[in-house]
Nanobody, 125 residues
Protein backbone atom coordinates (compact mmCIF):
# COMPACT_ATOMS: atom_id res chain seq x y z
CA UNK A 1 0.00 0.00 0.00
CA UNK A 2 1.02 3.58 -0.60
CA UNK A 3 -0.25 6.69 1.10
CA UNK A 4 -0.07 10.12 -0.54
CA UNK A 5 -0.35 13.32 1.47
CA UNK A 6 -0.69 16.61 -0.36
CA UNK A 7 -0.17 20.14 0.85
CA UNK A 8 0.24 23.65 -0.48
CA UNK A 9 -3.09 24.61 -1.98
CA UNK A 10 -4.81 27.89 -1.28
CA UNK A 11 -6.18 31.13 -2.64
CA UNK A 12 -4.04 33.32 -4.86
CA UNK A 13 -4.61 36.22 -7.23
CA UNK A 14 -4.17 35.82 -10.95
CA UNK A 15 -0.51 36.03 -11.86
CA UNK A 16 0.57 34.65 -8.52
CA UNK A 17 2.31 31.42 -7.59
CA UNK A 18 1.72 28.37 -5.45
CA UNK A 19 3.76 25.26 -4.74
CA UNK A 20 2.09 21.92 -4.14
CA UNK A 21 3.80 19.03 -2.41
CA UNK A 22 2.91 15.35 -2.27
CA UNK A 23 4.72 12.94 0.03
CA UNK A 24 4.48 9.21 -0.55
CA UNK A 25 4.87 6.63 2.19
CA UNK A 26 4.56 2.88 2.36
CA UNK A 27 5.53 0.77 -0.66
CA UNK A 28 7.63 3.51 -2.20
CA UNK A 29 10.48 1.34 -3.44
CA UNK A 30 8.55 0.47 -6.61
CA UNK A 31 7.39 3.90 -7.74
CA UNK A 32 7.36 4.15 -11.53
CA UNK A 33 5.94 7.65 -11.85
CA UNK A 34 4.14 10.36 -9.96
CA UNK A 35 1.85 12.95 -11.38
CA UNK A 36 -0.65 15.71 -10.81
CA UNK A 37 -4.20 15.88 -12.06
CA UNK A 38 -6.88 18.48 -11.44
CA UNK A 39 -10.64 18.62 -11.49
CA UNK A 40 -12.69 21.77 -11.74
CA UNK A 41 -16.38 21.86 -10.78
CA UNK A 42 -18.51 20.23 -13.44
CA UNK A 43 -15.51 19.04 -15.42
CA UNK A 44 -13.66 15.77 -15.78
CA UNK A 45 -10.36 15.14 -14.06
CA UNK A 46 -7.53 16.23 -16.34
CA UNK A 47 -3.82 15.55 -16.53
CA UNK A 48 -1.49 18.35 -15.44
CA UNK A 49 2.05 16.96 -15.19
CA UNK A 50 3.97 13.79 -14.45
CA UNK A 51 7.50 12.62 -13.81
CA UNK A 52 8.96 9.14 -14.37
CA UNK A 53 10.70 8.50 -11.09
CA UNK A 54 13.95 6.77 -12.06
CA UNK A 55 14.42 8.18 -15.56
CA UNK A 56 13.40 11.70 -14.68
CA UNK A 57 11.34 12.18 -17.84
CA UNK A 58 8.76 14.92 -17.45
CA UNK A 59 5.42 15.46 -19.13
CA UNK A 60 3.10 18.48 -19.12
CA UNK A 61 -0.35 19.28 -20.36
CA UNK A 62 -0.25 21.95 -23.04
CA UNK A 63 -2.34 24.26 -20.86
CA UNK A 64 0.37 24.49 -18.19
CA UNK A 65 3.59 24.30 -20.22
CA UNK A 66 5.89 27.17 -19.44
CA UNK A 67 4.00 28.05 -16.25
CA UNK A 68 4.11 24.90 -14.11
CA UNK A 69 7.16 22.87 -13.13
CA UNK A 70 7.06 19.36 -11.71
CA UNK A 71 10.00 18.00 -9.77
CA UNK A 72 10.75 15.06 -7.53
CA UNK A 73 12.91 14.32 -4.52
CA UNK A 74 13.71 10.61 -4.51
CA UNK A 75 15.19 10.68 -1.03
CA UNK A 76 11.98 12.13 0.39
CA UNK A 77 9.60 10.30 -1.98
CA UNK A 78 8.04 13.67 -2.60
CA UNK A 79 6.82 15.30 -5.79
CA UNK A 80 6.32 19.04 -6.16
CA UNK A 81 4.32 21.20 -8.52
CA UNK A 82 5.49 24.79 -8.78
CA UNK A 83 2.71 26.83 -10.34
CA UNK A 84 3.54 30.29 -11.66
CA UNK A 85 1.53 32.84 -13.61
CA UNK A 86 -1.66 31.30 -12.31
CA UNK A 87 -4.90 32.00 -14.14
CA UNK A 88 -8.51 31.78 -12.95
CA UNK A 89 -8.96 28.75 -15.21
CA UNK A 90 -6.36 26.92 -13.11
CA UNK A 91 -8.88 26.86 -10.26
CA UNK A 92 -9.53 23.22 -9.35
CA UNK A 93 -8.89 20.50 -6.83
CA UNK A 94 -5.41 19.20 -7.52
CA UNK A 95 -4.71 15.52 -6.96
CA UNK A 96 -1.40 13.77 -6.62
CA UNK A 97 -1.19 10.30 -8.18
CA UNK A 98 1.30 7.47 -8.17
CA UNK A 99 1.91 4.75 -10.71
CA UNK A 100 3.70 1.51 -9.84
CA UNK A 101 4.03 -0.05 -13.28
CA UNK A 102 5.09 0.94 -16.76
CA UNK A 103 2.46 2.37 -19.06
CA UNK A 104 2.80 3.82 -22.53
CA UNK A 105 1.02 6.98 -21.49
CA UNK A 106 1.32 9.20 -18.45
CA UNK A 107 -1.84 11.20 -19.05
CA UNK A 108 -4.51 8.55 -18.41
CA UNK A 109 -5.78 8.80 -14.85
CA UNK A 110 -7.08 5.22 -14.97
CA UNK A 111 -3.51 3.92 -15.13
CA UNK A 112 -2.50 5.39 -11.76
CA UNK A 113 -2.64 3.16 -8.72
CA UNK A 114 -2.86 5.54 -5.77
CA UNK A 115 -4.30 8.99 -5.22
CA UNK A 116 -4.00 11.74 -2.69
CA UNK A 117 -6.97 13.38 -1.01
CA UNK A 118 -6.79 16.48 -3.16
CA UNK A 119 -5.96 20.09 -2.37
CA UNK A 120 -7.97 23.12 -3.47
CA UNK A 121 -6.33 25.77 -5.61
CA UNK A 122 -8.38 28.91 -6.20
CA UNK A 123 -7.16 31.69 -8.46
CA UNK A 124 -9.07 34.96 -8.25
CA UNK A 125 -9.24 37.41 -11.12
Amino acid sequence: QVQLVESGGGLVQAGGSLRLSCAASGRTFSIYAMGWFRQAPGKEREFVAAIRWSAGYIYYADSVKGRFTISGDNAKNTVYLQMNSLKPEDTAVYYCALKLRYAATMTNSNLYDYWGQGTQVTVSS
